[in-house]
């Protein structure tokens, strides 16, 4: 038979492991809920990712109080160590995802109704699909502690944010044309920037996987970023 | 004489209080810095709290690292254990800060020698001053542990909402105007949007001082938050 006091320990391990599962099923689906809910002019949807947020809140401080307690009661070392490290950080980077979704669901509310254009659409849902891609990806990475499928995710943001910087452009564009998009476009914009930043989600993730695996913190600057802020001009020719 | 060890478990609790002053220190100042930049065109500046954003994040997994070590070590309990978890989340925080102290630093880069009109400063100028007084006075509340003051910041935040909601508004009136307004707008919107998001943070951290002292979580929603997202129309009739 096994030691009772390591079983009662690896138990409280799976336990995290399990929560940090249950909150990246929750945060997935309330990403492309949200995005359901924007690109079909969905309320009943848009509302119902407002209430789920609070689950996953809850979930996360659960794993924070969890995590702390086995901390202290089991005073692991190294490799057990890191696991409990990365259900943190981990539990963290998906609760940002659940109030990003959060916050596009409140948009969705607010531009209801209205038919957008499909290239924006297009755009959007593209943009969605890669980050949803990414954070599904670099979430089997984490509990298979695949680096090798870690450093994929971790490398493949640039792509997110190359359609990030071109929605941006478009979406300015859609503007200058019309005022009377303006302000949808505004939430829109949030909306594609909000994407972006589960995508960023992703690639912190990616470092979790990396560290817990190999004991390694990654130092460089992630191959981020939104380039929005640099590359477009403040008052251009057009 | 003292215990040795209690005198050594002191010291690492004071190391942590003393990182988290310094951590509040320099995004209190990279918030600070990264306004000038806006406001004055001020690219130098904008580059150093850029250059900053790297310290202030070492410095977060270097809180994260002392305190579960600190934890592992001591076990603490209760009232010890708290301080350690209050000291964790507040440098979560306070990181989080300098991010978006970073993008607002990017975006005066990206609008660099543009004159923006001084109503439009003045707006976030007064947001950014609220904010500010209130991250200075929760850090305060934080290392004197004064929980009515914690209160008053976290009850405080809506005045920050309430002037981004107008500032949000007064923005897409300029884009509408004007469509050459439009992409420096654009910047000043998520401007805006993320010192609104530093004020969320004081709230957070007034929350973790209210924890740390009494050990209650507040269930509450906080007193939040951007109303941008549900009351700005889509379409408004001007």
Known sequence: MADHTVTAYDE???TLA???SEMGGMSESMIGEALQSLLQAD??????VIADDKDLDKLQRQV????????????????????????????????RCGDLAK???????????????????????????????QLTKVLNAFVSGDVEQAEL????????????????????????EDPRNISYCTHLLFCAK???????????????????????????????????????PYNPAT
């Open 12 to 14: 409280e391990l799976q």
């Open 18 to 20: 399990r929560y940090i």
């Open 43 to 48: 309320t009943v949807r848009a509302k119902k």
């Open 64 to 95: 924070e109080e969890d995590a702390i307690l086995t901390i202290a009661k089991r005073q692991p070392m190294a490799s057990d160590l890191r696991e409990i490290i990365a259900a943190l950080r981990v539990s963290n980077d998906l609760e």
């Open 103 to 133: 916050n596009i669901a409140k948009r969705a509310i607010a531009i209801e109704s209205l038919v957008l254009p499909s290239k924006l659409v297009h755009g959007i849902e593209h943009m969605a699909e890669l980050a949803q891609s």
């Open 153 to 176: 995710v971790w490398k493949n943001d640039n792509e997110i944010d190359a359609i990030y910087t071109s929605l941006f452009r478009e979406l300015l564009t859609y503007m200058m």
């Open 194 to 232: 909000n994407i972006e930043r589960i995508g960023d989600h992703a690639t912190n993730i990616a470092e979790t996987v990396i560290y817990k695996v190999t004991g390694v913190q990654l130092e460089d600057e992630r191959p981020k970023g939104d380039n929005s802020a640099i590359q477009v």
